[in-house]
């Protein structure tokens, strides 16, 4: 058991966050320049730099301005772009969170909005404190996410398998966890099929994988890195293998879209390939990109898995890394919160180290800060995609809910 911010919506955080969102490139230098003169570390930063408009980013800012982890709202815009800031004014302040909307073509300017939208920082994050109860949360609360970035041939035995274990603690003890890059668990589509709730969900998973393998033979190349060849991985299957080792053994609930927040407990699949034609080039252009669309489907924590390194944090959520080749924790540690390398060098197992994962975290849900966090990381990255709402056999029924 541990505090949690009661929303007025309902929902339970593990952060008291006030976000700063641009809702276009144009309006990006002054958003950023009120989160720095705030001079704040709980004041984070996030936005979408596109003109046009596109439904995805419109429902994704909705999802991450609302969630749990949000106390309240500075929305910054120019005023001649296409992103639906009334809209999004709307959907923030119907969520029960103080926000406000600053317009720069309207306010005077850079200096003038940049002192406005501190006064509005203050003002919003007064109004939070004032209405967020602290209540009691436990882990059956919590959704929690996983990814990996710059994978090494370490990563599929150590740091991997080793989140496995603590996902199958947490679905056990009635959480919900996401894992996702169907890109990247291309030959385990057979694997995955069997372990749905339900034959027809066990379809829609190999179809998303198939979709995955066909997006990419369109592009001409796939999700696999230099630096995962130099660090000893071989084709997309082995790679494949090692992501795969992330989602444990639970039984697969259901499957979700970027924006979907999961509607119970359990184990879910993330779909993070747009539908149809590719029209967007690369779906996966950034570690970080993935981790706000976690982030967008309620994540109030990641857990991302690295063996060649990575030093990335987020906004809004925190982000757990654990290192999984023991030469890279050794250069890195600074950034990293567990050595799962350990593995390959002591007699500690994979139970050993997911459980160190599964207390890191509910220290984290505690308040306990992670490596990123401490570090001052909140990278964020938001494009385009299109993707079409998901269809009930995806989600887990009454009759098929463990």
Known sequence: MFQGYLRQDGRKGIRDVTVVAYLVECAHHVARQIVSATNDPDVHLIGFPGCFPNQYANRLMKALCTHPNVGSVVLVSLGCESFQRNGLLRAVEASGRPAELLVIQESGGTRKTIDLGVEAVRRTRAAATAQTERVDMDVSELIVGT?????????????????????????????????EETGELIGCEAIMEDRALTPELGAFIRESVEKAERYYSTLGF????????????????????????????????????PGDVPPGPGLYLLDVVPDGEPRFGF???????????????????????????????????????????????????????????????????????????YDCVVNTARGQ???????????????????????????PTAAGAR
């Not at 370490?154 to 679905?171: E, H, M, W, Y």
Request: glycine share 12%.
């Open 369 to 395: 800060q992670t490596a990123s966090e401490a570090l001052g990381h909140q990278e964020f990255l938001l494009t385009y995609k299109s993707f079409e709402p998901i269809g009930p056999a995806c989600l």
């Open 283 to 357: 779906p996966n252009i950034a570690d970080n990109a993935e981790i706000v669309e976690m982030i967008a489907c309620g994540a109030h924590l990641v857990l991302f898995t690295t063996g060649r390194g990575s030093v990335v944090g987020s906004a809004i959520s925190p982000v757990i890394k654990i290192c999984a080749n023991p030469e890279t924790y050794r250069k890195l540690t600074e950034d990293m919160d567990i050595d799962a390398g350990r593995i390959l060098e002591t007699d500690a197992t994979l139970e050993d180290v997911g459980s160190e994962i």
């Open 147 to 179: 990814i990996c970035g710059g994978s090494d041939g370490t990563s599929g035995i150590t740091a991997n398998p080793a989140v496995g274990r603590c996902f199958d603690q947490l679905v056990a003890e009635d959480a919900t966890c996401i894992f």
């Open 222 to 257: 796939g999700s696999f890195a230099p630096g995962n060849a130099d660090g000893g991985l071989t084709t997309i299957e082995e790679k494949s293998m090692g992501a795969y080792a992330k989602s444990g053994s639970s039984k697969i609930s259901g499957i979700i879209k």
